[in-house]
Nanobody, 124 residues
């Protein structure tokens, strides 16, 4: 079983940038797509961005398109989420997640492994 650990969250002001990292341990990390999800207080966990196993394809939510970039370095067992032009509505706990053998990485139900999350807070 792979273990995922996120880092890089913190407090930012609107317009600033943050880079989140997700480091995997336990086995090879390039078999399945990896996604980033966000959960804000009182809200359900929602898809933000994802990258394919080999890194050649990526997907974004409407809120992340044009501002966020997801990429991976499989040699370092790490997936990144570069966030720019941050907005207060980007605030939440960000989770790294590996999709299981079937399903769509944008669907939380298809996720097999979740990280513990990292808090991102954006002030106006």
């Amino acid at each position: 079983q792979v273990h995922l650990e996120e880092s890089g969250g913190g407090l930012s002001q609107a317009g600033e940038s943050l880079r989140l990292s997700c480091v995997a341990s336990g086995r090879a990390f390039n078999d399945y797509p990896v996604g980033w999800f966000r959960q804000s207080p009182g809200m359900e966990r929602e898809f933000v961005a994802a990258v394919s196993g080999g890194g050649g394809q990526s997907w974004y939510s409407d809120s992340g398109k044009g501002r966020f970039t997801v990429f991976r370095d499989n040699a370092r067992n790490t997936v990144y989420l570069q966030m720019t032009s941050l907005k207060p509505e980007d605030t939440g706990v960000y989770y790294c997640a590996e999709r299981g053998p079937i399903g769509t990485v944008t669907d939380p139900k298809a996720i097999a492994v979740w990280g513990q999350g990292t808090q991102v807070t954006v002030s106006s």
